[in-house]
């Protein structure tokens, strides 16, 4: 098994930066792909961001591309979300997910997921 835990979440100001964190143990070596999803209050959790094993292959949701940078490091077994000029509508938990096959990057599905970490943008 693969346990993911995020960090980084917090309260922050229109126009502001938090980078979230994901850091992975357990059976790490059977990681390929990992991304980022969020779930605002009311509505169905939603993709963000995919990274692929080699860091060589992203792909972002269309209301974060350009805003948002996703990468890993294999090395520490971490996953980040670098996340620049938050708006309120980016308000959601945020969750780390991971699966251990190396899928396309429009795929949605995963089979390890984090326990999510709040980010609040007001405005």
């Known amino acids: 098994q693969v346990q993911l835990v995020e960090s980084g979440g917090g309260l922050v100001q229109a126009g502001g930066s938090l980078r979230l964190s994901c850091a992975a143990s357990?059976?790490?070596?059977?990681?390929?792909?990992m991304g980022w999803f969020r779930q605002a209050p009311g509505k169905d959790r939603e993709f963000v961001a995919h990274i692929n094993w080699t860091g060589g292959v992203t792909y972002y949701a269309d209301s974060v591309k350009g805003r948002f940078t996703i990468s890993r490091d294999n090395a520490k077994n971490m996953v980040y979300l670098q996340m620049n000029s938050l708006k309120p509508e980016d308000t959601a938990v945020y969750y780390c997910?991971?699966?251990?096959?190396?899928?396309?990057?429009?795929?949605?599905?995963?089979?390890?997921w984090g326990q999510g970490t709040q980010v609040s943008v007001s405005s």
């Open positions: 997910a991971a699966r251990d096959w190396a899928g396309s990057a429009r795929e949605r599905e995963y089979n390890f």
């Open positions: 357990g059976r790490t070596f059977s990681i390929y792909d």
